[in-house]
């Protein structure tokens, strides 16, 4: 049974830095991608970056390309999501999830097969 659980969001101040972890669990993940998603309150759940695990291919969304970068550990099996120069509307529930297919990581919420429970990261002004 596959599990992603993620941990390290908190409260920061705009302009500090952040670094989320998702720990996976349940099969061999090195042929996967990793996505990390968020979902601020009101609005619709988003892709934030994702990172192809064999290789270590990445893709960013815009809003965060320059600011966020994703890794991972194999050794570890977790990924990381470290955000840097937080800024409030960063503010959402940051969720790990993992694709089974070997393809380019993609940015659809239907492409993710497993999903974390989320951990929440908050920044004020």
């Known amino acids: 049974q596959v599990q992603l659980v993620e941990s390290g969001g908190g409260l920061v101040q705009a302009g500090e830095s952040l670094r989320l972890s998702c720990s996976a669990s349940?099969?061999?993940?090195?042929?996967?991608?990793m996505g990390w998603f968020r979902q601020a309150p009101g609005k619709e759940r988003e892709f934030v970056g994702a990172?192809?695990?064999?290789?270590?291919?990445?893709r960013y969304a815009d809003s965060v390309k320059g600011r966020f970068t994703i890794s991972r550990d194999n050794a570890k099996n977790t990924v990381y999501l470290q955000m840097n120069s937080l800024k409030p509307e960063d503010t959402a529930v940051y969720y790990c999830?993992?694709?089974?297919?070997?393809?380019?990581?993609?940015?659809?919420?239907?492409?993710?097969?497993?999903w974390g429970q989320g951990t929440q990261v908050t920044v004020s002004s």
């Open positions: 990172i192809r695990w064999s290789d270590g291919f990445t």
């Open positions: 999830a993992a694709d089974r297919s070997l393809l380019l990581p993609r940015t659809t919420l239907g492409a993710y097969d497993y």
């Open positions: 349940g099969r061999t993940f090195s042929t996967y991608v």
